[in-house]
Each structure stands twice: as C-alpha cells, then as structure tokens.
C-alpha cells in the first residue's frame, strides 16, 4: 500500500459504507469512467452516467429515510463524489449539485415541504441551485430577482446565470430579495422553484473549457407563480440559510477537486513509471522525484484535512465555515497545480486528447472559481483571525 491507500483505508466509514462506496468506484470504473471523453467532447449532458447512479440509488444517500431516502454518513458522501468525480467531473458535479441544491430543503424546510417535494429527489431528481446573477457573482447580495408576495402565492421575476444543472433541474433552491425589504442583505429569501413552472426559462447554455458534459443554465424568470409554501424559512433569512448551506456544498465540492486531483496523481505516476528517456524511466531523474513528493505531500494533506471536516460534519458540529473555506481553497489549489504537471510529466502527449490528463487540466480551473473563488476564500480565511475592536 502506498501513502494515499492506507489514507484511504482509514476513512471513516462503516462496513456497510465501505461496500457501498466500493460499489461506487465499481461503477466509476465501468461505466462512468469510459464514458468520460466521449462526453467531454461532445459536450453531451451524463444522462447514461445518471442512470447507472440512479440504478444504484445513490439520491437516497442524502434523503432522510422519512421522505423515502437511506442516510449514510456525510464522510461516504464525500467519498462517493471523490469516485465519482475522479472519473468523470462533469458527471461528479451533476450529482453532488443535487446535493448542494436540496441540503437547505432537507435542513431547513418544514415537514410538509420535505413530504412532498424530496421523494422525487431520493428516486432520482436532479437539483439545482440559483444564486449567481450577471450582476451578482462573489458579491451575492448584489442578486436582482425579485420575490412579489401575492395573496398564496410568490411572484418571480428576474434572472440567473451560470446554474448547474439549470436546465434539467427538477427542483431549484432559488435565491432572491423579498419585495418591500429595502435592505439588501436582509431581504435575501429562498424558495424551491418546481421544473415546469409557467414564466420558468432557459435563455442560454454555456460553451465551457471544461466541465463539458454538464449543463450550465442562464435563466429567466417571468412572473413565476410559486406556492407560498414553498418558501424556505421566512422573508429575509436566505442569507443565513446560503450560508448554512454553502458550509455543507463547500467540502463537496473540495471532494469534487480532490477526485480530479487524484485521478491526475495516478495517471502521472503511471506513466512516468513506463516513458523512458536517456536509458531510464522518467520516475528514475532526481528532479522528477522532488516535485512527485511535493505533489504527494499536498495531495496526502489535503485529503487528510478533507475527513478532518467531514467528521466535524458528522460530529454535528455546525462552527466550521473557515475550516470548509480552507478545504475548499486548498484542495482545488491542489486539483490545479497537480492537473497542471501531470501535463507536464506527459510532454506532448499530455497536450494531446488521447490522455485524460488533458481533460483532467481544463476540468480543475473550474473548482478554483465557484462556491466562493479562491480569493474570496483566502479573505475569509485571513479576515477570521482580525482582532474585534
Ligand atoms: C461552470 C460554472 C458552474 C457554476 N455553477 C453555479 C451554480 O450551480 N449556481 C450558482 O449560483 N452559481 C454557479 N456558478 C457561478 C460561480 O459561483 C461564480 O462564477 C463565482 O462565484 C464568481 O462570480 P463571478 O463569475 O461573477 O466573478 P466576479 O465576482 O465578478 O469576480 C471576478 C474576479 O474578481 C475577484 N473578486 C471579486 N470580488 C473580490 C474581492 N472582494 N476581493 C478580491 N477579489 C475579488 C474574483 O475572485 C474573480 O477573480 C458557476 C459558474 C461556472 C463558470
């Protein structure tokens, strides 16, 4: 066993996990994984990779057994996206947005709420969740939607950009300012948006660098009529509610990274053990030693950090949002530079499609950027140890 196996052999799972993230990494291997290039060029959503995931049933892993799920721990949750991820990102971020987009529900909403919105989510919905608008990006209190109260029902009008899973999404956690509140932050409120609501639209599919099998979504909103009670909490306590959440999304997303930076690691390493130049395999030049052992080290203590966080999630810790933007910050920094010289490590052929390292590179920018860029993660991080006057 090398370093990151016996990591891996001491995560925090249960032997029912264990096998269930096996049978992951099973499917991963056969399905999800082959599928992965064909996709990512042709720009063509997983709907097979779905389908193997729904076979299995892997939505129920986050839905309360209530409402039609089989809760497993948050720390098999994260190992199920690394799997995932590590063989295809595209499909990785399709099924852990799900995640993302309904944990508020699951946190937040009311038993009637849960009832009849998350089995559709536990059988195999897709989610979504709205925050980003054109003028509201690392700010989000700069979002310009609108929520009209009407008698039973609230009216939406607005707009969103850049929503994963926009398209195809059977519910969307849809952020926006509750009219009548005149300041910003407190009139941020949050409401689940159902797929066919009449005014509900999808204005324009991106062309991305990676990332190319999943959906991302500019909609708009034109006076869509939502039930009154499909409002999460009560006017003005979406921040809080987005903050909550994005504390759960964020190690999500880190485990998201770190599949990609695994699948990086491995693919370097393997290859460096067969190309020989000069006599010897690449792996035999003291200079490639250096930097393997500095992306090894990273990578080992990153994923560390990744089960540190997911335990204190598991604990019922609910005080761990520096921690989250650390995990969030680093691993996708890790996802970068590994992807980035696993390139390297393949020299021309790692420019050329026919090695995964070349999709690995353009799928890691992504994770630098959303859930909070890495600047805004370094200022919350530094921001946290400023004395209060
Ligand atoms: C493929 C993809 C999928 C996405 N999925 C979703 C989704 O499902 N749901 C959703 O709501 N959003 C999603 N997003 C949006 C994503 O979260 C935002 O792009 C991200 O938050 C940054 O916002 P922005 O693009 O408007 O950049 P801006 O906020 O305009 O930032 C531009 C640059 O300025 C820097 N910057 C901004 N403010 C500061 C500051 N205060 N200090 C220092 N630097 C700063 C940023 O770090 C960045 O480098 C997705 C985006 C992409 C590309």
């Known amino acids: 066993m090398n370093v990151l196996e016996r990591l891996d052999a001491a995560i925090p799972l249960s032997s029912e996990e264990r096998m269930l993230v096996d049978s992951v990494k099973a499917l991963a291997e056969n399905v999800i994984g082959p599928n992965a290039a064909r996709l990512d060029h042709a720009a063509e959503f997983p709907w097979d990779n779905l389908r193997g995931i729904n076979e299995l049933g892997l939505n129920a892993m986050f839905v309360p057994e209530a409402y039609g799920g089989a809760p497993v721990s948050y720390c098999a949750y994260l190992a199920c996206v690394r799997e995932i991820s590590k063989a295809c990102a595209s499909t990785g971020i399709t099924w852990s947005t799900t995640f993302h987009g309904m944990k508020p529900l699951i946190d937040f909403g009311t038993e009637p709420q849960k009832q009849r919105l998350l089995p559709r989510i536990a059988t195999g919905g897709l989610g979504a969740l709205a925050i980003t608008e054109p003028t509201a990006g690392s700010d989000a209190t700069g979002m310009r939607t609108r929520f009209f109260p009407d008698g039973d029902s609230i009216v939406v009008n607005g707009g969103k950009t850049f ?206 950027i959303w859930e909070g860029t890495n600047q805004i993660h370094r200022q919350l991080i530094g921001r946290s140890f400023m004395r209060k006057a």
Request: with cysteine; hydrophobic share 45%.
């Open 163 to 368: 929503i994963s899973n926009g398209d195809v999404a059977d519910l969307y956690l849809l952020f926006g300012k509750w009219d009548g509140i005149d300041d910003p932050k407190k009139a941020i409120s949050v409401l689940i948006l159902e797929k066919g609501t009449p005014g509900l639209s999808v204005i324009r599919l991106e062309d991305k660098m990676g990332h190319r099998a999943s959906s991302t979504a500019t909609l708009a909103f034109d006076n869509c009529r939502v039930p009154r009670t499909n409002l999460l909490g009560a006017p003005g306590d979406g921040l809080s509610i987005l903050f909550a959440s994005l504390n759960k999304s964020r190690p999500s997303v880190a485990a998201h990274a770190l599949g990609i930076a695994r699948a990086a690691f491995e693919d370097a390493v393997a290859y460096i053990n067969e190309r020989r130049q000069s006599g010897r395999t690449i792996i035999e030049f003291q200079g490639i030693q250096f930097l393997l052992a500095d992306l090894a080290t990273e990578l080992a203590q990153c994923e560390g950090w990744l089960w540190h966080v997911g335990r204190l999630v598991d604990a019922g810790e609910t005080d761990f949002g520096i921690e989250a933007s650390m995990l969030k910050m680093r691993a996708s920094d890790v996802a970068m530079r590994i992807a980035t010289e696993a390139v390297q490590l393949h020299g021309g052929y790692g420019y050329c499609k026919d090695y995964r390292v070349e999709r690995l590179m353009r799928d890691a920018k992504i994770t630098q």
